[in-house]
Every structure is written in structure tokens, then in C-alpha cells.
């Protein structure tokens, strides 16, 4: 290889160092010097460009030759001693310029990547300048991560992956028969496996049929920051099926609000058929998705309930914004929680967090969790900070915890969580830094005494406790602090389990002799905050729930869309309007909601002069008409809503007909059936008395 490959490969080395620099450095240089860095050549491309150099050279060299002079004639023998000697000078002046060139190019180089790996901490962002570091540098979403299959692959092998001969029939025979699609439904849209998804890979089995009108548009951009918000948005046909969900939903007596709560107590056990008969309708409905995951998790089909959830979120990742993607790998894309269409992402990818954590797929949990977090880094709407830190130290991801940690902004914001000051200390002892993590503890057990009192209570440690922490309860004044740690105690006891970590925790303890005088989380706010309140209450855990205050607990709230905040941005309407007064006086016989829809549906065929069907209301039905148009008026309706109530309201009671019609063929099959096997069994026992 020639000298001029060589320095052509150094620079090609350098620029790549130069382009992985901190972002402090980044920020330092101006536009106009910055360039791309080229790609990384083979071994092999190297070798061809050197030839091609040497070619040039030996081109340069015809060309630079001046043209021949006469010479006076010499002798055969000093003409070969001439030119031996001007053969070897040049040798040598060739082989010293480019040795000194090379010399001089690695010396360099050698230099730059020292002071470079000097000023780029590994895991101590803070000993650097961090205060010029965004925000977004910390949450980059790398989408290979999102993907359990990987991990899968990672943890027992790609032989482990590949399905046996006879699975591609497993998903048939585990299915649920209710949840085949209908013929009118099934064979749609093949489902695009050539792009790849940014959350879920699609599965064979399921139905192919289209996303029903889910996209994404920018709502806002910050050229200055980078940041770019994003939006869901609902087609009308989508808005359609998400109110006649509201609708299934109240026939669940799943809805808690005001206006439909006094029709939906009668309803039992045959409701959730209804759901998952409007799923085989709109198989890629993210709501209805979510609401039939939690039927069948609740009947502890985990299977079924994971496999729904990774449907709603391919439908989700499907109809992202062409520049999510690249904008989720810089951690500068966000999602307004006020949005109910954002919130199907945030519900969607926390219970799939712990769908993904049952099955031990740590690394991809985290990564959903961070994904989550970066969505709203400000606002953390579920407390994704809660729950981060364990995801991450069950991943083996010290470093992604620690940067987390030592980010000034979070930093600030993240000061007054137990779970981060005692998962700081443990990923450090990941680290094998057992120093700096038993530094990290002593501070932790000062700001936060009571943990050590909790998980030695939980994890039975026999060595005894110093003096100072004995008996150390939670702030009583505090319920906030009750909270945390409570939630951090119950979520890590395992992970505190470990005989390392146990014996960490108790040489630790004994070293603290005294506490401050002065509690150093005085200035702590006490109040529990909707989005901690939203946490607990995705937990699920009835202890924690009795902690909450009285004014959250009584609140309206449902479990497709759990304490929805006060400053909602609604672009359209789904739910029904406040009709109390006529579902009161139909709601006497029958099914309440039928009742209600069949009291309803002439109104909705009332013509522009006050005729329905044809025929002239009286002033009995006119007043009740007025009565009508007036409650939607106060409700905030426009003037078109009753029709197009009246259409979803038809559009219901057709899918409640099939439902029905469906059923008694089932039932007169069923009976046909037992009916012949009841012959077949007469007539062997006449046989049989006939023999006898």
C-alpha cells in the first residue's frame, strides 16, 4: 500500500473522530467547518485505491518529466552507475517524505483522541461542561431495541427463534373463536412486511386489513431547539368506530361518567361479546385493541392480551410521521399527553412494558420505558422515572441509568425520588465502581432514612441496624414521600434480594453513625401530582391505591383512558351527549341500552320540516324534539350531531342485530347437535335391549 492510501485512510479516521466528539464540542465549531463523515472503506477498497494512486503517481511522474535534452554520449557502465544513484536518492526521498508525512499524520491523530477521550466522560457527564448539554441527547430511542424479537435473538440464539414445522398452525388452534374476523372483514389489505415498524413487526396470523384511518401530523416545530411535536389524528370513519366503542364501553358498564353511569349498572356477563365483536369488525381500532387486551388479561390469557397489545402498537407504529423516526433517534420527538389520541400510545406502551417485563425481555421494556419518557420528558405524565431505574438495572444498562441521573435538568427535577438515589449507587456497584456506589449509598440513606428501615423489615437482613436509623419512619406530613417509597420497596425487594446487593446495603448502613439534624427534604412538596397518581393506579396494587387522596380517587376515570387531565384538547367528540332524562324514563324493561337506542332513533329521522317518516309530529313529539336539540345544545353539540348520532346509533343497532342473529344460529347448531346425539344414543340402547 502507498503513502498516499495510508494518509487517505487517516483522514478518513480522523474526520470519524472529529464527527463523534461531545456535543459541547459540537456546539463550539461553526456550521461551515463541519462535513459528513465518509464511510467507513474495506480493506479491500483500500488495497484498489492504492493501485490507482500508484497509477497517478507513475501518470504525475510521465507528465512532470521535462522533454529530453541532448546529451553528450557516455560510457555504458557510468550511465547504469547514474542512474542506481538517482534510482536511490529518489527511493529514499520518496520513502523519508511519506514516513515523515505518516509519522507526523498518527502523531497527531494520537493526540486529538487523547484529549478527546479526556474530555468525554464515560458515565460523569457532570465532571464535564454539561450545562450546554439538550436534553434530548440523553433520551435517544434506538428503534432496533424496541423490538423483542432481537433481544430474543440475543438471549438464546437465532436456533431458538425459528418456528417449528407444525407452529405456523399453533396461533389457529389457540385462538379465540371470538376473535375471528368476520367473511366480510377477512382477506383486506395485506400487511406491509417490507418497511420495517418502529414498535412491532407484524405476525402472519394476523387479519390483513388497514389501520381504519390513524395517521400522525406535525403539530409543532423549535428550529431552534430541534424539537418537533407530533400529533394522532382520526379520520371520520376512524371517529366513527371510536363512538360506537364509547357505546360498546357503556353496554360494559365500563364508562364512569355522569351521563351514562345510569344505564350501564343492569349490564352483565354477555357485555364483553360486544367488544369483540366491533374488534372483528375493526381489527386495528388502538382503543378497542387496548379495552379487549385488558378482557382477556383479566381472564389471565396473557397470550392473547400480548398479542393484542403488539397489534394496537404495529397499527400505531404504521401510521407514524415520516420524520418520527429520525427525530425518535435524536430524542427530539414529542407527544402532548392533553391529546386522547396521544394517550392511546402512552397506555399502549405501558402495558406492554409490563407484558414485555413477564417475560423477562428486560432491555426492550427499558428502551419503551425511555421511549415513553422521552415522549414528554417535562411532563412525565406517567411517571415513567418510577419505574425506569429498575427497568434499567434488570437490563444490565448502568450507563443509560447513570447519564440519565447526571443530567443537570433531570438532575434538579429528579431530586426528591428515593428509587433514583439508591438505583444510582447499585448501577454504579454494576459498574464495579464499589467506592463511588458506596458514596452514592451514604448520601442516599442521609436524604432518604427510612428505606433502609423498610427493606431490611422486607428482606429479613439479621444484621442489626446502627442506632440512627432505627425505627426511621416516612414523613407523616408527606404523603408523597410515603408514596415513593412504598412504590420503590415493593417494585425492587427482589432485586435487593441478592446476597450481593444485601451485603452491599448492610456494610453500607453500618457506617452511619448520625443523620442531619435538619431533614434535607424540608422544602419537598408533600402533594401527590396527577401524573404520580396515574402511576399508582396503573400499578395496581390496592396498598399503594389506599394512599392516594380522597378528591383523585373520586374522580371520573375509565381504564382505556385512566385520569385524563383537566385541560384536555379534544378535536372531536365521542362520547354520547347528557340524555338523562329520557334514558330515565326507557330504561324501565329490557336491556337498558337497547332501550335507549330504540327510544332515540325516530328522532333522528325527523326532516327539515319537522316530519318523521313522512307523517307530521304532533306537539307531544315536537316538544320532546325540542327537549332533545336542546340538551345536545347545552351539551356543546353542533347543530348536525343528532344525525350523525342517528347514523351510529342505526350503525349500533345493526351490529347488535348480527350479534344476535349469530348467537341463536350458534344456539340452534349447538341444539341440533345434541339432538342428534341424543338419537344416535337412543338408538344404541334399542339396539343393545333388542340384543338382551
Known amino acids: ?28 465549531e461553526s456550521e461551515d467547518d463541519r462535513e459528513a463523515a465518509p464511510p467507513k472503506p474495506s480493506l479491500f477498497a483500500l488495497l484498489n485505491d492504492a493501485d490507482d494512486d500508484d497509477e497517478k503517481d507513475k501518470d504525475e511522474e510521465k507528465e512532470a518529466e521535462p522533454e529530453p535534452q541532448p ?32 509519522d507526523r499524520a498518527l502523531r497527531e491523530l494520537n493526540t486529538k483522541t487523547q484529549s478527546s ?33 432481537n433481544e430474543m435473538k440475543r438471549l438464546f440464539g437465532r436456533d431458538a427463534m425459528r418456528p417449528d414445522d407444525n407452529e405456523g398452525e399453533t396461533p389457529r388452534r389457540r385462538q379465540d373463536p371470538r376473535m375471528r374476523l368476520p367473511p366480510g372483514i377477512a382477506g383486506g389489505r395485506a400487511l406491509n412486511k417490507g418497511r420495517r415498524n418502529t414498535f412491532v413487526q407484524p405476525k402472519d396470523e394476523w387479519p390483513k386489513a388497514g389501520s381504519g384511518g390513524l395517521g400522525m401530523e406535525i403539530e409543532d416545530s423549535d428550529p431552534a431547539t430541534g424539537i418537533t411535536t407530533y400529533k394522532f389524528v382520526h379520520s371520520r370513519p376512524y371517529q366513527s368506530v371510536q363512538q360506537q366503542f364509547v357505546m360498546c364501553v357503556a353496554a360494559m358498564g365500563e364508562l364512569a361518567s355522569p351521563s351514562i353511569r345510569i344505564f350501564v349498572q343492569p349490564l ?63 430524542g427530539s420527538a414529542r407527544l402532548s399527553f392533553r391529546r386522547p389520541e396521544n394517550r ?46 429498575f427497568l434499567a438495572l434488570k437490563a444490565r444498562q448502568p450507563e443509560r441509568f447513570l447519564a440519565l441521573t447526571e443530567h443537570p435538568t433531570l438532575r434538579r427535577k429528579y431530586a426528591d425520588l428515593p428509587n433514583f438515589a439508591f ?63 412504598s412504590l420503590y420497596i415493593e417494585r425492587t425487594k427482589d432485586l435487593w434480594k441478592q446476597p450481593s446487593f444485601a451485603t452491599f446495603l448492610a456494610d453500607t448502613c453500618s457506617t452511619i453513625y448520625n443523620l442531619p439534624k435538619k431533614p434535607l ?38 381504564s382505556f383512558d385512566p385520569l385524563p387531565p383537566d385541560d384536555d384538547l379534544l378535536s372531536y367528540e365521542a362520547e354520547p351527549p347528557n340524555l338523562a332524562p329520557m334514558i330515565r324514563e326507557t330504561a324501565g324493561g329490557g336491556s337498558a341500552i337497547s332501550a335507549f337506542v330504540m327510544s332515540i332513533l325516530p328522532w333522528f329521522r325527523v326532516g327539515e320540516e319537522g316530519e318523521i317518516d313522512g307523517r307530521r ?47 341463536e344460529h350458534q344456539e340452534h347448531q349447538e341444539q341440533e347437535q345434541a339432538r342428534v346425539e341424543g338419537q344416535v344414543e337412543g338408538a344404541g340402547q334399542a339396539e343393545e335391549d333388542g340384543g338382551s
Open 71 to 102: 546529451v553528450k554520449p557516455v560510457s555504458k557502465k557510468s550511465k547504469k552507475k547514474k542512474k542506481k544513484k538517482d534510482k536511490g536518492k529518489a527511493q529514499a526521498t520518496e520513502d523519508a517524505e511519506a514516513e515523515d508525512d505518516i
Open 344 to 389: 392511546e400510545l402512552f397506555l399502549c406502551g405501558w402495558r406492554y412494558i409490563k407484558n414485555l417485563s413477564q417475560r423477562g425481555t428486560w432491555r426492550t421494556a427499558e428502551e419503551f420505558a425511555r421511549l415513553l419518557l422521552a415522549m414528554d420528558p417535562e411532563g412525565d405524565p406517567y411517571e415513567m422515572c418510577l419505574i425506569i431505574d
Open 617 to 663: 309530529m304532533d306537539e307531544t313529539e315536537r316538544a320532546q324534539y325540542r327537549d332533545i336539540r336542546q340538551q345536545l345544545e347545552q351539551a356543546g353539540y353542533p347543530d348536525d350531531a343528532l344525525r350523525r348520532m342517528g347514523d351510529e346509533a342505526y350503525e349500533f343497532q345493526r351490529m347488535m342485530m348480527e350479534h344476535q342473529e349469530h348467537q
Open 268 to 330: 352483565t356477563s354477555a357485555d364483553p361479546d360486544r367488544m369483540l365483536m366491533l374488534l372483528q369488525h375493526n381489527p386495528y381500532h388502538i382503543t378497542t385493541l387496548l379495552q379487549c387486551s385488558e378482557i382477556f388479561h383479566h381472564q389471565r390469557d396473557f397470550t392473547v392480551a400480548g398479542d393484542l397489545l403488539e397489534r394496537a402498537l404495529f397499527s400505531l407504529g404504521r401510521s407514524l410521521h415520516s420524520s418520527f423516526q429520525q427525530k425518535l433517534a435524536e
Open 521 to 558: 427534604l424540608e422544602s419537598s412538596s408533600p402533594l401527590v401530582s396527577m401524573s404520580l397518581a396515574r402511576h399508582v393506579m396503573l400499578t395496581a396494587i390496592p396498598s399503594l391505591i389506599t394512599l392516594l387522596p380522597r378528591e383523585i380517587t373520586s374522580r371520573d376515570t375509565s
Open 1 to 28: 500500500m502507498s503513502g498516499r492510501a495510508v494518509r487517505k485512510a487517516l483522514r478518513q479516521r480522523e474526520a470519524e473522530l472529529l464527527q463523534s466528539q461531545t456535543p459541547t464540542e459540537e456546539a463550539e
Open 117 to 149: 477521550n479526556a474530555s468525554t466522560p464515560l458515565v460523569a457527564p457532570s465532571k464535564a461542561t454539561t450545562g450546554q448539554v439538550p436534553l434530548s441527547s440523553v433520551l435517544k430511542i434506538d428503534s432496533r431495541n424496541l423490538d423483542a424479537g
Open 423 to 485: 438505583s444510582s449507587s447499585l448501577a454504579q456497584l454494576q459498574l464495579g465502581d464499589e467506592s463511588l456506589a458506596t458514596e452514592y449509598l451514604s448520601k442516599a440513606i442521609t436524604r432518604f432514612p427510612w428505606i433502609p428501615t423498610m427493606l431490611y423489615q422486607e428482606l429479613g437482613i439479621s444484621a442489626q441496624l446502627p442506632p440512627a436509623l432505627w425505627g426511621v419512619p416516612p414523613p407523616d406530613d408527606n404523603r408523597r414521600q410515603q408514596i415513593l417509597a
